[in-house]
């Protein structure tokens, strides 16, 4: 069985570019959530994990929500759920930048907000 996060990194993975994008734009939300729900939590730094959460604001805002289905339900919080929301949003670093190779837009900084939302979140633990 496969979850949502496993999901969207295939979704990343994926040769055609709109299936890359609206997996992109849920991966900034799933970033949202988590860096909110763990943002007051003691064992996370919040600034560290605010300034996630802002940069996956910022890196959805560059791009066009999906327009079609729900969101991407945020699963249980654990003690891997900071560590895979990273690792989901380095996998968004990866796919944009090698989108914005044969796009325009601004995917390139997009990408950029996902690697400083992976790095925060990284740091924040």
């Known amino acids: 069985m496969t979850t949502a996060l496993d999901d969207l ?10 299936t890359v994008l609206h997996a992109a734009w ?15 939590h003691d064992d996370y730094d919040e600034i560290l994990v605010l300034a ?17 289905g729900g969101p ?3 699963p249980p919080l654990s003690a891997n759920s900071v560590p895979a929301c990273a690792a989901l949003l380095e996998h968004v670093h990866r796919s944009l930048t090698a989108l914005s190779r044969h796009a ?7 990408a950029t907000a996902a690697e400083n939302a992976a790095r925060s979140l990284r740091a924040a633990a």
């Open 72 to 74: 991407t339900p945020l």
């Open 104 to 110: 325009e837009g601004p995917l390139l900084d997009a």
């Open 52 to 68: 996630a959460a802002q940069a996956c604001t910022t890196g959805q805002a560059m791009l066009l929500p999906p327009r079609t």
């Open 26 to 40: 849920e991966a900034f939300n799933v970033g949202q959530q988590v860096s909110d729900a763990v943002a007051w």
């Open 9 to 18: 990194h295939l979704a990343l993975d994926s040769t055609d570019s709109t």
